[in-house]
C-alpha cells in the first residue's frame, strides 16, 4: 500500500501552463506504475496519461496529446504532469494513481486501488 498526494491545481487563464505533482509514500514507490485521472462534476473520472514504473513507457490520451507530459523522479518518490496549453476543457478534478508491478500500468480505472484526494485545476476562458 502507498499514500498519495497531489499539489499544484489552481486557477490560470486559457493558454497557460501549471505542474501537477504526486508525492508517493509508504512502498518502494519505483515498483509501481502511476497514472493521472480527471473528473469533471457529474462525469466519470477519466485517464488522461499513465507512466510505467521505471519511466519508459507512457500513455496519453487523445484529449491532452501534444499539451501534456507525464514524468516520474523514482529518487524523489514523485511524478509530475506538466500541463501547458490549457483549455477550459481541462477543467476538473485531477488525481494520481498507482498500481503495483511492472509493466506499462492498466489501462483501466480498475487496475488502480490506491488514490490521492485530488487537486482541483480551474482554467478560465
Known amino acids: 500500500q502507498v499514500q498519495l498526494v497531489e499539489s499544484g491545481g489552481g486557477l490560470v487563464q486559457a493558454g497557460g501552463s501549471l505542474r501537477l505533482s504526486c508525492v508517493v509514500s509508504g512502498s518502494s514507490f519505483s515498483a509501481y506504475a502511476i497514472a493521472w485521472f480527471r473528473q469533471d462534476p457529474g462525469k466519470k473520472r477519466a485517464m488522461v496519461a499513465r507512466i510505467s514504473w521505471d519511466g519508459g513507457t507512457t500513455y496519453y490520451s487523445d484529449s491532452v496529446k501534444g499539451r501534456f507530459t507525464i514524468s516520474r523522479d523514482n529518487a524523489k518518490n514523485t511524478v509530475y504532469l506538466q500541463m501547458n496549453s490549457l483549455k477550459p476543457e481541462d477543467t476538473a478534478v485531477y488525481f494520481c494513481?498507482?498500481?503495483?508491478?511492472?509493466?506499462?500500468?492498466?489501462?483501466?480505472?480498475?487496475?488502480?486501488?490506491?488514490w490521492g484526494q485530488g487537486t482541483q485545476v480551474t482554467v478560465s476562458s
Open positions: 494513481a498507482a498500481a503495483y508491478g511492472p509493466g506499462p500500468g492498466p489501462a483501466l480505472e480498475a487496475g488502480y486501488d490506491n
